[in-house]
């Protein structure tokens, strides 16, 4: 998971809505009843990247009995498989998993190579529901925000005042430029930015203006 002041830098803002995704690529497996369950969890944007994955995977475990997947995309996308399974032991308990967590943008595949005990329709569900929440719990989660990316300029005696105003707003600096003057590219969570652009005004006697840059989507955990 991000911490604090870490830039997860993400693509460009498309809605307004916060979301929850992976942090990274992870995996984890366990046995049950001596048949091996790995399950791979990463973070996709689009329908492309989520059936690239699926094909890396099978690719990689190409000798697996069952490579069973479920993804969920902000755009409202949802696609699963069972992949050979009874229907409903397989894809589903994988998506359920990815719906309870209030996940999206994400892909999971859990792969099963069978070990000669059946496990029923309840077992099934059970050991691909757990195969997809170990995988997610190792991937940790990434709230992402609408952010914007402000440019400020200012004199070398309103530094002390404004750097210690960022805090305020969890804001990170992603550059400085100490020539002349002072120039700065900062970045906060767009619900901050009524209120910090009123109290730097309040702060500089409006001689310093937050200068709109872009908007994105990022990860900037509070404190």
Request: charge should be negative; proline fraction near 3%.
């Amino acid at each position: 998971m991000c911490t604090a002041f870490v830039v997860c830098r993400g693509r460009r803002v498309s809605t307004v809505k916060d979301y929850i995704t992976l942090n990274q690529r992870a995996q984890d497996e366990f046995v049950e009843r001596k048949s091996r369950f790995i399950g791979t969890a990463t973070p996709v944007s689009t329908q492309e990247e989520a059936i690239a994955f699926i094909d890396e995977m099978r690719s990689k475990y190409w000798d697996a009995t069952h490579n069973v997947y479920a993804y969920i995309l902000r755009d409202g996308t949802k696609r699963y498989s069972d992949d050979g399974e009874p229907q409903g032991t397989a894809g589903v308990p994988v998506l359920d998993v990815l719906q309870k967590e209030g996940l999206t943008d994400l892909c999971v595949v859990v792969t099963r190579y069978f070990g000669g005990i059946l496990l029923g329709a309840g077992g099934l569900v059970r050991a691909y529901s757990h195969g997809a929440k170990i995988a997610v719990d190792a991937a940790g989660i990434k709230p992402m925000s609408v952010c914007k990316v402000y440019e400020l300029e200012m004199d070398y005696s309103q530094y002390g005042k404004i750097t210690y105003l960022l805090p305020k707003f969890h804001a990170v600096t992603l550059e400085s430029d100490f020539g002349v003057v002072v120039k700065m590219r900062v970045m906060m969570r767009a619900v901050y930015a009524s209120q910090f652009q009123r109290e730097l005004e309040e702060l500089t006697s409006a001689t310093v203006f937050p200068y709109e840059i872009e908007e994105v989507w990022d990860c900037i955990p509070e404190k």
